[in-house]
């Protein structure tokens, strides 16, 4: 991260996935090894707009002088816009998706899949934690977003 404004786009986008990807566990010894299925929650497809940031502090994105927009897709791609308004810099990543049991995976192009818990309430989705480095400290960041269409 070379300026302040592409530290402001990593935050975001790191909250983002954070607060799409799976927590790690462990499995049970005694259930035999098998894949789990994972689908698409018909509720998450939709474009949303980020809203609320609820951890590790509650602001707004247009207080960090950022906005974010989620499109996830029928056919389990989506697509991250993230804008820094300080220098109006854009910044689209794509990926794919996939929910299982209240978690969301996510895997943006080039990086690793990450996940976590999430709801989705009508017009309302929030990503409870999700781990992201920032400044070299991992933080936990909770968002909301709000349906657009």
């Known amino acids: 991260m070379k300026t302040l404004s592409n530290q402001k786009i990593y935050l975001v986008f ?11 566990c462990e499995d049970d010894p005694t259930e035999p090894e098998h894949e789990l299925e994972l689908e698409v929650d018909q509720n998450l497809v ?12 509650v602001t707004t994105p247009a ?13 389990a791609t989506l697509q991250f816009t993230t804008i820094d ?8 990543d794509p990926g794919t998706w996939s929910t299982l049991e209240g978690v969301l995976k ?3 192009e ?9 709801s989705v309430n009508d017009s309302l989705a929030t990503i409870d934690e999700y781990s992201i480095l920032f400044n ?9 977003f709000t349906r657009q269409n």
């Open 110 to 118: 080039n990086e690793d899949s990450k996940s976590s818990p999430y």
């Open 63 to 75: 207080a960090v002088k950022i906005g974010l927009t989620a499109v996830f897709n029928q056919d």
């Open 136 to 144: 070299g400290t991992v933080i936990v960041a909770g968002l909301e």
């Open 14 to 24: 790191l909250i983002l996935l954070a607060s799409f990807f799976i927590v790690g």
């Open 106 to 108: 996510i895997t943006l």
């Open 46 to 57: 939709g474009t949303w707009e980020l809203t609320k940031i609820t951890k590790p502090i």
């Open 85 to 92: 308004y300080s220098d109006t810099t854009t910044t689209i």
